[in-house]
C-alpha cells in the first residue's frame, strides 16, 4: 500500500472514530479553531471555483463548502481535531462510489486544507487548497436612489461575438450572431447541471451595475445568467418544472422571486437587474420579482466565488438553446 493509501485510511479511521465518540457522548467536542469562522473563496490545486462558510451553532461548527457545480450542505456532522475541522462531503447524484473528505485549518494564520478523493475502483487522489477570507455581509441594504450609474453599454454588437469568449475552450462552440441574436445552438435538452458545449463570458469585467437584457427560452428549457459570474438568475419559461428559488425571475438557489412573473416558452422576456453591495434587485417583464435582497453566497455554478472581485457577464451554454438580444450595462459610479 502506497503512502497516499496510507494517509487516507488513517484519516479516514480518524474521522469515523471521532464521529462516532462525539455523537455518543464519549467524547467532548473541541471549541471551533479561532479564525476559521466566516466566509471564505477557496483557491483550488485544480482551479475549480469553489467556496466555504464555517459558522457555530450551540457550541458545533456548522460548514458549508461548494466546488463548482457540487451541493454546498449544509454538514453538522463535523470533527474537531487538533485544531482542524474534517466532514464528508455529500455524495453528487450522478458521480456514484466517490467519497470525499475533507480537513481543513489555519497554518500560521493562512487557511489550509485538503480533500481526501476516494473512488469505486480503489483509485485515490488528494487535492489540497487555500483561500481568502470575505468580509461580513452589511447588514443595512443600499439606498439604490443615491446610486449613480454610468453610460449606457452595449455588449452585443448583433453582428458578431465580439467582446464574448467561450469560457472552456475544450468543449463545442455552439455560440453565435445571426439574425441580430447572440444565440446558442445545442441539441442538449434535459436539465443536467453541465453538457459538451461552452459556456460563454464578457472578455470585460465588473463590478457593481445595472444590467438589462432579453432573453427567448423555449418551453422545458433552462439556461441562466451569473452576474460578474457569480450569481445566476434563472432563465426558464413561466412553466418550466423548475419553479420558486429555481423557477424565472429567481437567483437559482437563494433567492427566490416574490411572483411568477415569466412568460410562456418561446416568448421573448427581459430582465432588469441591479447589484450594489451584494444586493439584488431583479425586474421580470417589468414585475419587480426581488427587491435589493442580500445575495450570501455564489449560486452553484459560479466561475467567481470572490464578491468583491470584478467578474464576467457569464452565460450558461451546457444547457439548452436559448438566445438573447438588446444586452445593456450600466456600471456604477464610484464616488
Not at 435538452?189 to 457593481?208: I, M, P, Q
Not at 426558464?236 to 424565472?248: A, E, N, W, Y
Not at 422576456?269 to 439584488?280: A, E, G, P
Amino acid at each position: 500500500m502506497n503512502t497516499a493509501s496510507m494517509s487516507y485510511l488513517r484519516f479516514r479511521l480518524t474521522f469515523l472514530v471521532l464521529s462516532s465518540f462525539i455523537c455518543s457522548g464519549y467524547a467532548e467536542a473541541e471549541p471551533l479553531p479561532d479564525g476559521l469562522e466566516g466566509d471564505w473563496t477557496l483557491q483550488m490545486e485544480s482551479g475549480l471555483p469553489a467556496w466555504m462558510r464555517v459558522l457555530e451553532k450551540e457550541g458545533k461548527p456548522i460548514v458549508s463548502m461548494r466546488v463548482y457545480i457540487g451541493p454546498a450542505g449544509p454538514y453538522e456532522d463535523v470533527v474537531v481535531n487538533e485544531g482542524r475541522l474534517s466532514f464528508e462531503l455529500k455524495k453528487r447524484k450522478k458521480v456514484s462510489g466517490l467519497t470525499q473528505l475533507v480537513e481543513v485549518g489555519l497554518v500560521d494564520g493562512v487557511l489550509d486544507g485538503i480533500i481526501h478523493r476516494h473512488f469505486s475502483d480503489g483509485g485515490k487522489e488528494s487535492e489540497s487548497f487555500t483561500g481568502k477570507r470575505i468580509p461580513p455581509m452589511t447588514q443595512e441594504a443600499p439606498d439604490l436612489s443615491q446610486v449613480k450609474f454610468g453610460e449606457p453599454v452595449s455588449l452585443f454588437n448583433g453582428k458578431d461575438l465580439t467582446g464574448w469568449i467561450p469560457h472552456e475552450t475544450d468543449k463545442i462552440m455552439g455560440w453565435s450572431a445571426k439574425d441580430g441574436l447572440l444565440v446558442n445552438a445545442t441539441p442538449k435538452t434535459d436539465f443536467s447541471a453541465t453538457g459538451d458545449h461552452a459556456n460563454l463570458k464578457t472578455e470585460a469585467v465588473f463590478d457593481d451595475f445595472r444590467l438589462q437584457l432579453e432573453f427567448l427560452i423555449g418551453s422545458d428549457r433552462n439556461s441562466g445568467i451569473y452576474l460578474k459570474g457569480t450569481y445566476e438568475a434563472q432563465v426558464v419559461d413561466r412553466d418550466s418544472r423548475m419553479q420558486g428559488l429555481q423557477g424565472v425571475g429567481a437567483i437559482f438557489g437563494l433567492i427566490p422571486p416574490s411572483e411568477n412573473a415569466g412568460r410562456v416558452g418561446g416568448e421573448w422576456q427581459s430582465y432588469d437587474i441591479t447589484l450594489v453591495d451584494r444586493h439584488i434587485t431583479v425586474v421580470l417583464n417589468g414585475v419587480k420579482v426581488i427587491d435589493n435582497q442580500p445575495v450570501e453566497m455564489p449560486t452553484a455554478g459560479a466561475i467567481n466565488t470572490d464578491p468583491f472581485a470584478s467578474g464576467p457577464i457569464y452565460l450558461q451554454g451546457d444547457h439548452t438553446s436559448v438566445a438573447y438580444r438588446n444586452i445593456i450595462i450600466e456600471p456604477v459610479l464610484k464616488e
